[in-house]
């Protein structure tokens, strides 16, 4: 939130009034890595995806946009950059799938909760974010995952990294490991 208030000009008690609104309406979202308590490591991210759409593209190219020539620029302005805006939507879609669509009885373990989580590595000396952690009433056992909106193959290369990131993550002793 400091930081927030320090980017925009504004005390932290007002930004927090217009933050809690934003997340009343369901704009914006507050998280914390799953299985930590809410704190330091909280971010805020816009949840609306037509809102992160629009802030992302329409205001630095409105004259694109206003001239009515706006796809003949589309793939310069937008189609480039549209796997690295759908990455976050792509992850949520994930996320949610596994919680929601797929039954119970073909997941490794009965997901209670299901989130994201980031934290900083020792070893590789950086921040490191898990895609999908899926928390089971059983706290040994974790789903871990990579979700990437690409159209290409993921090689193997994937599967070692989430592995490494999982020990980074170290709560529980089983994971169950999903790549998409």
Same mark, same amino acid.
């Given at each position: ?8 000009? $504004? ?10 609104? !934003? ?26 995806? !037509? ?36 990455? $976050? ?8 799938? !596994? ?11 009965? $997901? ?46 994937? !599967? ?21």
């Amino acid at each position: 939130m400091n930081d927030i208030a320090t980017k925009v000009g $504004l005390s932290t008690s007002v930004c927090t009034k217009y933050i809690n609104s !934003l997340i009343s309406l369901g704009l914006i979202g507050k998280e914390t890595p799953i299985t930590e308590k809410q704190g330091k490591k909280t971010i805020y991210t816009i949840k609306d995806s !037509l809102f992160r759409f629009w802030y992302r593209f329409v205001p630095h190219n409105i004259t694109a946009v206003n001239s009515g020539r706006f796809p003949l620029f589309y793939n310069e302005l937008v189609g480039r950059y549209l796997n690295e805006y759908m990455g $976050l939507v792509f992850e949520q879609m994930c996320r949610d799938w !596994l919680m929601n669509d797929v039954p119970p009885e073909d997941l490794p373990i009965m $997901l209670v909760d299901i989130g994201q989580w980031w934290g900083t590595s020792s070893k590789l000396k950086k921040e490191i974010q898990i895609d999908i952690v899926g928390v089971s009433g059983n706290s040994n056992e974790y789903i871990i995952g990579s979700c990437k909106f690409r159209n290409e193959k993921i090689d193997t290369d994937e !599967l070692e990294l989430i592995k490494s990131y999982a020990e980074v993550f170290g709560k529980g002793s089983k994971y169950y490991y999903y790549i998409s």
